[in-house]
Nanobody
């Protein structure tokens, strides 16, 4: 059982920045993917960014160029640097992990954190 614990959420004004963190208890697979998702009230959970164990990253169009995903494998910490935030970024943010290749399909992920709330005011 992999445990993921997010932190770093909060309230920020439009145009501001936040860095989310996700502590990973251990890696369950030799090849794995770490990802950030978010879910706004009344909306489906959407994938934002992924990073695999060799450092390859992918971003969804809505955050490309504004968000940066990084993984410190040795500290077992996943990060999401979020810049130029807008009210549309308001959501609960989750980290997740799965064995194998990365995907934005949430049902493919095996373990999830409890989430951290991000609120962006105009």
């Amino acid at each position: 059982q992999v445990q993921l614990v997010e932190s770093g959420g909060g309230s920020v004004q439009s145009g501001g920045a936040l860095r989310l963190s996700c502590a990973v208890s251990h890696y369950a697979w030799h090849n794995y993917c770490m990802a950030w998702f978010r879910q706004a009230p009344g909306k489906e959970r959407e994938g934002l960014a992924t990073i695999d164990n060799i450092g390859s990253t992918e971003y969804t169009d809505s955050v490309q160029g504004r968000f940066t995903i990084t993984l410190d494998k040795y500290k077992r910490m996943l990060y999401l640097q979020m810049d130029y935030l807008t009210p549309e970024d308001t959501a609960m943010y989750y980290c997740a992990t799965r064995g194998g290749s990365c995907t934005f399909l949430m049902y493919r992920y095996d373990y999830w954190g409890q989430g951290t709330q991000v609120t962006v005011s105009s």
